[in-house]
């Protein structure tokens, strides 16, 4: 028991009831039922009553999660998707009276310093891209609810997953350029070792694969105007028949091909038809436009937010995949023959 001018703390009544000060803060903060027994609750109630225990509130906020916080994980600050992701989980989180801190785990600097160890009490839930899966490595058990975005929906992971149907745009952009005549087809694939990326290419793979008499090949690039464009380079002027169209993970991926095809002399799309994922800015910047898939990024971000604040709630999740659509634009056009 606390004695003199000394403020009693959780650990006395922890002392005083016999428990732990994990179970002091669960019976405290309201949040015990299903964890602890209804008689160990009274006793630290009990405990708190006659110590005269008044808990620091901003202290419990920070140790019980309440402080309304949402932690975003995605893997740049510097792409427009991203930040079109951001715009749309905030607004939601605002809707409801949370706050969004943003954790960006950029490719190629390494692990940045894991925000869970000193933030993780004064966060209610996360929210992260599976392309910046490496900064949840820290990140364990039950501690804080977790949506995930762009996963596996297999996975064990996360108490839910939210994706856009990212393998039906795959398919809708292969199948154009099929239905436009081509035959011989190059997937510039994203060289990211990321489980949306893995599906555009099983989704890629299986259209051409309906078709007798198409080919398929693939090549791999940095998401970046010019890893694409030596990747580009690479594949177009190997041997053989040259392919017709591109299918490109990325608008930047895309922005590389038609350097390389410029510098080979091709021509978009007379002879080379080009799409594009996510329908940035930069699809309308190029010349010719591109046909690409567009991805609702802020609003793959707001439901994504949804499915977390549900989860706080006890809710479930809305189910089912974001629809994405095929914007045709003029760098796809009928294959030309000779």
């Not at 994990?22 to 109630?45: F, I, N, P, Q, Y």
């Not at 402080?67 to 715009?87: C, G, Q």
């Not at 996360?158 to 190059?186: K, S």
């Not at 259209?207 to 693939?218: H, Q, R, Y």
Request: glycine share 8%; aromatic share 4%; with cysteine.
């Amino acid at each position: 028991m606390a004695t003199g001018n000394t403020r009693p703390t959780s650990r006395d009544v922890a002392r005083a009831a016999g428990v732990s000060q994990a179970a002091v803060s669960l019976v405290l903060g309201d949040k015990w039922r299903g964890r602890v027994s209804e008689a160990t609750a009274g006793r630290v109630r009990q405990a708190a009553h006659d110590l005269g225990y008044r808990p620091n509130l901003a202290a419990r906020n920070l140790r019980l999660g309440s402080t309304r916080t949402i932690l975003l994980v995605v893997p740049a600050l510097t792409t427009e998707f991203f930040a079109r992701l951001y715009t749309g989980a905030a607004r939601v989180a605002a809707e409801h009276g949370f706050g969004v801190v943003l954790y960006p785990s950029p490719e190629g600097i390494g692990p940045a310093r894991s925000p869970f160890h000193s933030a993780e009490a004064a966060l209610d839930g996360v929210l992260a891209s599976s392309m910046a899966a490496d900064a949840l490595a820290d990140l364990r058990g039950d501690r804080l609810p977790l949506v995930m975005l762009d996963s596996d929906p297999r996975s064990t992971v996360g108490a839910a997953t939210v994706n856009l149907d990212i393998g039906d745009g795959a398919r809708q952009a292969t199948r154009h350029l099929l239905t436009l005549g081509h035959r011989r087809i190059l997937h510039l694939a994203a060289d990211v070792p990321s489980w949306t990326f893995h599906r555009r290419a099983q989704a890629v793979t299986a259209e051409v694969a309906t078709v007798s008499d198409a080919t398929l090949a693939t090549a791999r690039a940095p998401i970046s105007i010019d890893g694409a464009q030596t990747a580009a380079t690479t594949a177009l002027t190997a041997p053989g028949e040259r392919p017709t169209a591109v299918v490109c993970d990325d608008d930047q991926l895309a922005a590389g091909v038609y350097k390389a095809a410029r510098r080979l002399g091709l021509r978009i799309p007379d002879d080379l038809s080009v799409t594009g994922t996510d329908d940035l800015a930069l699809a309308t910047a190029l010349d010719p436009e591109l046909t690409t898939v567009r991805l609702d990024a802020e609003l793959f971000g707001a439901h994504g937010m949804r499915a977390l604040l549900a989860v706080l709630a006890g809710d479930e999740p809305q189910q089912g995949d974001i629809p994405v659509h095929l914007v045709v634009r003029r760098s796809t056009a009928p294959r030309h023959t000779p």
